[in-house]
Structure formats: C-alpha cells, structure tokens
C-alpha cells in the first residue's frame, strides 16, 4: 500500500488557507490520519478520520476524502503551522505514511 | 499527561545487536497497543513494529521480520525492541509510540516519544 503526497513542498503567508493532498495506491475507506513534525522533535498526530468519525487539534485543521484521495486543509496558517505533514493509513498492513509535505514561509 | 521516554540507541556496527527500551508514564500502559516508528535522518516515516496490549499479537514491516523482535513487560511499563543483524539502512530514530484506543489494535498514533538515535555503521 503506497501513499503519495502532494506536493513536496508548500510556500504560503500567514492567513492563507492551504490544501495538502494524499493519494493511497487501493481504497482505504477513510481509515486516514495526518501528522505534523517540525525539526527536531517528535510527530504530533493533527487529524484522523476513520468510519463514522474525525478528530482535529487544533480546529483550524479539516481534512476530507474517501477511497484514494485526501486532503488536508489548514483554514488560516499560523506561525506554529510551519512544519512537514505526513498522511498515514490505518487500514490494513503495513501501516504506511506519505513522503511528506514541507509547508513553508513564502 | 502521557510520557514515553525512549533510551538504548547508539552507534553499532552491522551485523550486530542493540536492545532499544520505551518508559511509559501517564496512561493505563497494559490497555494500549504500542509500536516502534522509525525515521532516517532527513527522510520520512515508517512503521516498524507493534504489539497488543496484552502481547497476543505482534506485527513487522518486512524489512525487519526475522531480525526485530518486540516485546513488553507491563508490570514495568515498558517497551522493547531487539534488534539483531543490523545493516547500515537501519539508521534512523527509533520513536516509541502509543496507539490510540484502549483495548484496540488501530495502529493510529496518539502519542510519541523524542526518539533514540541508532546509527549502523563500522
């Protein structure tokens, strides 16, 4: 099961609304979950989706999608936003993450 | 508030073996699955391993299946994970992991460690 994200990189100003896509290589319902690592430090799970259910922290994050393609939207970026987002299924084995998306100051 | 603190890692040469250990605090550690997700230095995620609560069930990416073993010993809180015959693509940090729900084997995960840096290298 592969994940691909686009696009590698992101260049946006504070404020702006930001859209992060993943596909799966097969349907994973929507058995997907999306993290956010900034340099140096652990990854922090943001939003997941899973039948009948979703979570995001903070409430800016929203994400969407079902089968093979997903996004993740960040409604208006903060500084605190500025990191790599991976995508993640959880739907069958191997558990497998996106290369990642590097959102950055433009 | 949910801790997990992972130690063990270290330079080794390959072909050799190294023991990584995760202390949790902060949670009912034995209703938790837990993994291991690696990252080499400057790339991105992967799954490596992952146990059950109660240690019925444990998964490997193929990659490590016949060399890794995880393990856990609750009554310590703790997670394992033996690594033997270590190639130079093990590099990586080793992050310990707390799955999501208690009592399932969802492998989303909630929680992470800081890491622990293992380097295979002569």
């Known amino acids: 099961m592969q994940m691909t994200q686009s696009p590698s990189t992101l260049s946006a100003s504070l404020g702006d609304r930001v859209t992060i896509t993943c596909r799966a290589s097969q349907s994973i319902s929507n058995w997907l979950a999306w993290y956010q690592q900034k340099p140096g430090k652990a990854p922090k799970l943001v939003f997941y989706?899973?039948?009948g259910s979703q979570s995001a922290v903070p409430s800016r994050f929203s994400g969407s999608g079902s089968g093979t393609e997903f996004t993740l939207t960040i409604s208006s970026l903060q500084p605190d936003d500025f990191a790599t987002y991976y995508c993640?299924?959880?739907?069958?084995?191997?558990?497998?993450f996106g290369q990642g998306t590097k959102v950055e100051i433009k | 508030e949910v801790q997990l603190v992972e130690s063990g890692g270290g330079l080794v040469q390959p072909g050799r073996s190294l023991r990584l250990s995760c202390t949790a605090s902060g949670f009912t550690f034995d209703d938790y699955a837990m993994h291991w997700v690696r990252q080499a230095p400057g790339k991105g995620l992967e799954w490596v391993a992952g146990?059950?609560?109660?240690?019925?069930?444990?998964g490997y990416v193929d990659s490590v299946k016949g060399r890794f073993t995880i393990s856990r010993d609750n009554a310590k809180k703790s997670l394992l994970l033996q690594m033997s015959s270590l190639r130079p693509e093990d590099t990586a940090f080793y992050y310990c992991v707390k799955d999501m729900d208690a009592g399932r084997w969802l492998h989303l995960f909630e929680s992470w460690g800081q890491g622990t840096l293992v380097t295979v290298s002569s």
């Open positions: 146990i059950s609560w109660n240690s019925g069930s444990m």
């Open positions: 989706t899973a039948p």
């Open positions: 993640q299924q959880y739907k069958s084995h191997p558990w497998t």
